[in-house]
């Protein structure tokens, strides 16, 4: 099948690649020339584990190829796949869906045969009917269908979500396009991912409720996690225990930091903007909304109290500032609010991420990147393990503070408290 699919930044990229190595003729779209000549040399802008290793191999058996010209591209294929962005508008709670439309626009003027048009960007309940009456406008409702196929992938585990998703949801009422749809995805449904057809609008809003629901869950055991610090409870021991319940289940219920990355803090403002909308109130996800921005600060209050409210010159490491481990992405990562805050009372922060020197902290003093862990933990008096990385899950402290013994905060409970503090380390962990 001819597939087109317009953006080719995470979701775009990882999809486009995905569809091309399963077999099918893809064109992926980008107005941003500079990166599609990158791709055509085979480097791939964003971090995602085995994502270049695919699309050097599709490229070079010219399953994969890429444009900035979006109507020849549109034109040639059968399938088209919108992919572009959807921040929060500035300002503002809702989705900002300009480059949704802008792109529907240029569709309308590149339909010459029938074809599919999905979202896969995570697009409000309605959007769908939106796109409908932009591309009506100029063409007959007979030439195309408008799709909702919201993707589930987490980054750093893209690939992987893509190829054995749990399931495939698509959102459309009309036949032809369900047919092809389930042909399409039928070497997935064949490796056991179950396949929901539903309405569009079902469709649009099952992306943004499983969204908020994972966000309520891990804002749940982190509050969890604040009562097992005053009670003396380990809340890996809940997560086990409530996890087991099949109705509950164990993922999604590790206590750390506030949760970050693109979607979730901008999807759960995005939903109770659109219930907004349709006059009705979403509390749950309003309070973890709440919740989860209280929860920085919550942290960084437990970093004074650990180092006695005495902050300045003290040397404090970072291991990992990313939102996330196996990804470089700082969209709404917590070390945004931390560092500034700690370096802001005079603490002299040093970091070290494996991905690399972040553009974010550059005009902030006093804040500096290492380029290993060792150099990072010389001489600190905290340590802070901001993200769960492999390659922070076996340092032998001991050998690279040298007779120094700092004080070790884990934020994603990767040690064991019984093992670190008996090395003679002071040893902080989330809710244990
Ligand atoms: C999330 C969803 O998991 C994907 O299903 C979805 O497709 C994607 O958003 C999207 O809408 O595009 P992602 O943002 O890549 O994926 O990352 P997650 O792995 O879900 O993690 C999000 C945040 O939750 C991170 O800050 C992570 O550290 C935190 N988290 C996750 C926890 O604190 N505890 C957990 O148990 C799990």
């Not at 979701?11 to 990166?35: P, Q, Y």
């Not at 969890?224 to 289940?249: F, P, Q, W, Y």
């Not at 002299?348 to 804040?367: A, H, Q, R, S």
Request: with cysteine; proline share 3%; glycine share 6%.
């Amino acid at each position: 099948m001819k597939l087109c699919i317009i953006g080719t930044g995470y979701v775009g990229l990882v999809s486009g690649v995905c569809f091309s190595d399963l077999g099918n003729d893809v064109i992926c779209v980008d107005k941003d020339e500079d990166k599609i000549n990158l791709l055509k040399k085979g480097k791939v802008p964003i971090y995602e584990p085995g994502l270049s290793e695919l699309v050097v191999k599709n490229f070079r058996n010219k399953r994969l190829s890429f444009s900035s010209n979006l109507k020849t591209s549109v034109k040639n294929s059968d399938i088209i796949f919108i992919c572009v962005g959807t921040p929060t508008k500035k300002g503002g709670r809702s989705a900002d869906l300009t480059q949704i439309y802008n792109v529907a626009k240029e569709l309308s003027l590149s339909i010459n045969k029938f074809k599919i048009i999905i979202t896969k960007s995570t697009v409000p309940v309605t959007t769908g009917d939106e796109i409908e009456k932009i591309l009506s406008k100029k063409n007959n409702k007979h030439k195309f269908a408008v799709v909702s196929n919201p993707e589930f992938l987490r980054e750093g585990e893209a690939i992987r979500d893509f190829i054995y998703p749990d399931r495939i949801v698509v959102g459309s009422n009309e036949k032809k396009s369900n047919r092809i749809l389930k042909n399409l995805y039928s070497p997935l449904i064949s490796k056991g991912a179950q396949y929901l057809n539903t309405s569009r609008r079902a469709a649009e809003l099952i992306k943004y409720a499983s969204n908020a629901f994972l966000a309520t869950k891990i804002t749940f055991i982190n509050e969890i996690a604040n009562l097992c610090e005053n009670t003396g409870i380990n809340v890996e021991d809940i997560s086990i225990g409530m996890g087991l319940d099949k109705r509950i289940g164990s993922r999604f219920l590790r206590a750390g930091p506030a949760y970050g990355g693109s979607c979730f803090p901008k999807d759960t403002k995005a939903i109770i903007s659109t219930a907004d909308k349709f006059k009705t109130n979403l509390s749950v996800i309003k309070s973890v909304v709440r919740s989860n921005e209280n929860r920085s600060n919550l942290l960084l209050k437990r970093v004074y109290e650990i180092l006695n409210n005495r902050l300045k010159n003290k040397k404090i490491t970072f291991l990992g500032v990313t939102f996330k481990a196996n990804t470089d992405d700082m969209r709404d990562s917590s070390s945004l609010i931390m560092i500034p805050a700690l370096a802001k009372k005079g603490a002299l922060i040093k970091y070290f991420d494996p991905t690399g020197y972040k553009n974010e902290f550059k005009k902030i003093k006093n804040v500096s990147f290492e380029n290993s862990i060792k150099k990072s933990l010389k001489d600190s008096d905290l340590i802070i393990i901001h993200t769960e990385w492999n390659d922070f899950k076996s340092i032998n402290f001991k050998h690279f503070v040298k007779g120094k013994k700092p004080i070790i905060y884990d934020m994603r409970n990767i040690y064991s408290h019984t093992k670190i503090s008996a090395q003679g380390f002071k040893y902080f962990s989330v809710g244990r």
